[in-house]
Nanobody
C-alpha cells in the first residue's frame, strides 16, 4: 500500500523559513519522480518543485526559484521542501506527489496536504 505522509506545516512570519517533509512507503522510492505542489483556495494545484530521486535533477518555477529547495533522502524514503524567504503569497496547502513506474504504467500518488500560512 502506497503512503505519502507529510509533516505538519504551520504559521511562519514573512521572510521566515519552513521545511516540509514527506515520508514515502509502498514503492521503490529511488526510482520515483517526486514533486511538491501547492494549491490556493479556488485554484488548481501548481507545481513548485520536482526531483528525480535517482539522479537528483531538480526544477522549479520562477515563483519559487532561489527560495525553495527540494531534496531527497533515499535511505529514509523521504522528500523535503526547504522554503526560505517566505512571502504571504506562498500561503497555500502543500502536497507531496510521487510518480511511480510499474511495468510501463505510471502511477500517481498524493500526500494528504499540509497548510502553510505566511503572515505576521
Amino acid at each position: 500500500q502506497v503512503q505519502l505522509v507529510e509533516s505538519v506545516g504551520g504559521l511562519v512570519q514573512p521572510g521566515g523559513s519552513l521545511r516540509l517533509s514527506c515520508a514515502a512507503s509502498g514503492f521503490t522510492f529511488s526510482t520515483a519522480v517526486m514533486r511538491w505542489y501547492r494549491q490556493f483556495p479556488g485554484k488548481e494545484r501548481e507545481l513548485v518543485a520536482v526531483i528525480a530521486s535517482a539522479g537528483g535533477n531538480t526544477n522549479y518555477p520562477d515563483s519559487v526559484k532561489g527560495r525553495f529547495t527540494i531534496s531527497v533522502d533515499n535511505a529514509k524514503n523521504t522528500v523535503y521542501l526547504q522554503m526560505n524567504s517566505l512571502k504571504p503569497e506562498d500561503t497555500a496547502v502543500y502536497y507531496c506527489n510521487a510518480n511511480v513506474q510499474r511495468f510501463g504504467i505510471t502511477y500517481t500518488y498524493w500526500g494528504q496536504g499540509t497548510q502553510v500560512t505566511v503572515s505576521s
